[in-house]
């Protein structure tokens, strides 16, 4: 008997949380799947499952067993994967977390202009403002705006970012100009709380140094088209990833301040697991954004 097809019918039980379950799932019946779980034990020589008639449990050893064996498998599916696959002849699915600031701006069009352009991909796309964690929730790939930390992750940089400060002409006029972060304390602001550093914002000043300055206002949201358009209506300063600012900034209703005291240490990055066979599909995912962000840029 194989030992992939023993490891297979174990993985299977454990997803599915019982040999029924996973019997219906696979099409294979109870019994055989049993009986490929007991000999994967036997080969063993330690008990993987506590079964009893009601209940259904891993034991010690299986815990590790089930986390190494699901890694080794998904590397050898994903190697299969890599020689069948060619990037114009690409199937499955792949699912990626991105952020809502990215998935409704115009750079969006990205995901699904990839869509287009793949019919025999699934592109399931996730919008979710955290960082989610792509080996526990079973994410391909994720979209990160941010300035980047170090991880076990790959990542891969597809643009420049920056954040961008700005208030209406009748705020500007109204409060009179801005020409230093620190002014900032004393002006009305609105805070767009998906921001990891919430009510300090932060700039850096041509010599390189952080500048951190506590903000406050009448209005705090976790949006930042909300924000753009509590700005627009002259509520306060707000900050605003570049890419939305510049959707709007031909209209004239948003005028960009403290431009000089930008960071630029923040990107647009694709991020995914570290992971020696990469499924072509996901390869082929991240070189089409890539491509895609040279070409709009």
């Known amino acids: 008997m194989d030992t992939l097809t023993r490891i297979r019918a174990f993985i299977d039980v454990v997803e599915a949380e019982g040999f029924s379950a996973a019997a219906r799932k696979v099409g294979r019946s109870k019994a055989l799947l049993s009986k490929y779980v007991r000999e994967l034990e ?24 089930f986390r190494t064996a699901s890694d080794i498998l998904k590397e050898i599916d994903n190697l299969a994967d890599l020689v069948r696959e060619g990037s114009t002849d690409l199937k499955g699915r ?10 409704d701006a115009a750079i969006g069009q990205s995901l699904i202009d990839f869509a287009a352009a793949h019919p025999d991909v699934t592109l399931e ?15 391909d790939v994720a979209i990160r705006i941010t300035k980047l ?12 970012f920056s954040l961008i400060a700005c208030a209406s002409p009748e705020f500007l006029e109204k409060h009179g100009p801005i020409i230093h972060p620190s002014q ?9 709380t998906n921001g990891r550093t919430l009510n300090s914002w932060r700039f850096v000043n041509k010599e390189g ?28 300063v707000a900050v605003l990833p570049d890419f939305i600012f510049k959707e709007r900034q031909p209209s004239g209703t948003l005028v960009p301040i403290l ?30 954004l890539n491509q895609w962000f040279k070409t709009a840029q």
């Open 149 to 160: 930390e170090d991880s076990g992750l790959i990542a891969r940089k597809l643009s420049a």
């Open 42 to 65: 036997d080969d063993l020589g330690a008990l993987l499952l506590n079964r009893t008639t009601r209940q259904f449990s891993l034991t010690e050893a299986g815990h590790i067993y």
């Open 94 to 103: 792949i699912r990626v977390s991105a952020p809502r600031t990215f998935a």
């Open 184 to 192: 900032l304390s004393d002006t009305p602001c609105i805070v767009d």
């Open 125 to 139: 796309i996730i919008s979710d403002d955290r960082f989610v964690d792509l080996v526990e929730e079973g994410y």
């Open 259 to 288: 431009e000089e005291f930008n960071p630029n240490d923040r990107g647009i990055y694709a991020i995914y697991p570290h992971r020696r066979y990469l499924p072509a599909k996901v390869r082929a995912f991240v070189d089409y």
């Open 209 to 236: 140094t952080a500048i951190s300055v506590s903000v406050h206002g009448r209005l705090e949201v976790n949006s930042p088209l909300t924000a753009m358009r509590a700005a627009e209506a002259g509520l306060g």
